[in-house]
T-cell receptor
Framework: SAVISQKPSRDICQRGTSLTIQCQVDSQVTMMFWYRQQPGQSLTLIATANQGSEATYESGFVIDKFPISRPNLTFSTLTVSNMSPEDSSIYLC????????????FGPGTRLLVL | AQSVTQPDIHITVSEGASLELRCNYSYGATPYLFWYVQSPGQGLQLLLKYFSGDTLVQGIKGFEAEFKRSQSSFNLRKPSVHWSDAAEYFC????????????FGKGTRLSVIA
């Protein structure tokens, strides 16, 4: 299984600022996903990030608000831009290990509180 | 479109009692099915998964799940619950065609009482 780390683990931010979340994987993976988990809710996919191409965003999420980088096969960043209290959530990075079986593994998450 | 329904938002069981968490999915073909657990303040941990073959799958922490195609269900079970099992449980589905992300149910919160 993949080991995934995220930085920061948690942060408290002011309205109008931006935060960049880093996701590091211990092995090369093709696909990385970013999810949002709002308080008391399930996980919602923000975007899919493949190395060497633009991220693909789900309905309701736009690149200007959630720019993503994927510079190599082990790393990705998600930026939450111009934050508002509604952005207070847990942001999770996930990787998909292809092969004989398909399994997604998740990072520990970044807990964001916007004041 | 794929969807997952977890009908129970919150379940409370006594320690040592048996547990069944329900999950129904909607998908055009046989999907890959997963159960994840999220303990308070933690990330998601994979409990078990079903791809094909034996419809009863065993997972970690004494959990098992049974895939029933006729009922489009993938219910999670444990014969004897421990206090440490208190957590949020998510059922998820992904298409078997590849390169598609997981679709999650809304989760079931499990409370364990003495």
């Amino acid at each position: 299984s993949a080991v995934i780390s995220q930085k920061p683990s948690r942060d408290i931010c002011q309205r109008g600022t931006s935060l960049t979340i880093q996701c590091q994987v211990d092995s090369q993976v093709t696909m990385m996903f970013w999810y949002r988990q709002q308080p008391g809710q399930s996980l919602t996919l923000i975007a899919t990030a493949n190395q060497g191409s633009e991220a693909t965003y789900e309905s309701g999420f736009v690149i200007d608000k959630f720019p993503i980088s994927r510079p190599n096969l082990t790393f990705s960043t998600l930026t939450v831009s111009n934050m508002s209290p509604e952005d207070s959530s847990i942001y999770l990075c996930s990787v998909d290990q292809r092969g004989n079986q398909e399994t997604q593994y998740f990072g520990p998450g970044t807990r964001l509180l916007v004041l | 479109a794929q969807s997952v329904t977890q009908p129970d938002i919150h379940i409370t069981v006594s320690e040592g009692a048996s547990l069944e968490l329900r999950c129904n999915y909607s998908y055009g073909a046989t999907p890959y099915l997963f159960w994840y657990v999220q303990s308070p303040g933690q990330g998601l941990q994979l409990l078990l998964k079903y791809f094909s073959g034996d419809t009863l799958v065993q997972g970690i922490k004494g959990f098992e799940a049974e895939f029933k195609r006729s009922q489009s269900s993938f219910n999670l079970r444990k014969p004897s619950v421990h206090w440490s099992d208190a957590a949020e449980y998510f059922c998820a589905v992904v298409g078997n065609s590849g390169n598609t992300p997981l679709v999650f149910g809304k989760g079931t919160r499990l409370s364990v009482i003495a």
